[in-house]
């Protein structure tokens, strides 16, 4: 059986093989998040999206391949509650936009900008500053394969974008930063992966943009 994106607390992990990177995708308790380890297929090196939690599994999923570094996509804590013991453990750097970064429990070591690039290996990953659920959260663009996979943390979901509370400015900010970010510039192929639940493409989701505009969240 293919690649779903399926998964579940205390499940099997589900492993996508693509064009110069491999895919790990598991969700960890309590909250149910996803927590994402890239593999480099030229090189082996990794790295981690998201250290949500359940750090000695995380750990046996990176085994003892290199990890480059870990990305956190936004500063709440349900997405690096394992980040300090995994830095411990593994002494990768830390990545994450600077307006999420002194939330965060250890050193951010590499500063992610909107329009800059995360490596791992021979990989490249293109940032992407999508303002609104938090002041710094990222998503992570991978170009490489014969379609974009986005790995989205908290900003986009199938169905909408992730949580405003309610505050107008906020809302209309991150959805004016993913129709300008990503709709716009991507195509409906665009596979992405958020940091709860399943994945969705780009196509499926972008009939429902005026619908989101409409019910304001």
């Known amino acids: 059986m293919g690649y779903t994106g399926t998964v579940e607390v205390g499940g099997k992990a589900e492993v996508r093989e693509l064009d110069g990177l491999t895919i790990t995708k598991v969700a960890v308790g309590p909250y149910d998040n996803n927590a994402y380890l890239l593999r480099c297929t030229a090189t082996g090196e990794q790295l981690l999206i998201d250290a949500a939690n359940e750090g000695p599994r995380l750990l046996e999923l990176i085994g003892d391949a290199p990890l480059a570094r870990i990305v956190t996509t936004h500063r709440h804590q349900d997405h690096w509650m394992a980040l300090a013991e995994l830095v411990e453990a593994t002494g990768a750097p830390v990545v994450a936009h600077p307006f999420d970064a002194e939330a965060l429990p250890v050193p951010v070591a590499e500063p992610a900008e909107h329009g800059s690039t995360v490596q791992v290996?021979?990989?490249?990953?293109?940032?992407?500053?999508?303002?609104?659920?938090?002041?710094?959260?990222?998503?992570?663009?991978?170009?490489?394969?014969?379609?974009?996979?986005?790995?989205?943390?908290?900003?986009?979901?199938?169905?909408?974008?992730?949580?405003?509370?309610?505050?107008?400015?906020?809302?209309?900010?991150?959805?004016?930063?993913?129709?300008?970010?990503?709709?716009?510039p991507l195509p409906d192929t665009t596979w992405f992966y958020p940091g709860h639940g399943k994945d969705s493409t780009l196509g499926r989701e972008r009939p429902s943009i005026p619908e989101w505009w409409n019910r304001g969240w």
């Open 121 to 184: 290996g021979e990989a490249s990953l293109d940032v992407i500053h999508l303002r609104g659920h938090t002041p710094g959260s990222i998503a992570l663009l991978y170009a490489g394969d014969d379609r974009p996979h986005l790995f989205t943390g908290d900003s986009l979901f199938p169905g909408g974008v992730g949580n405003t509370w309610g505050d107008e400015g906020r809302f209309k900010q991150l959805l004016t930063d993913v129709t300008e970010r990503v709709f716009d």
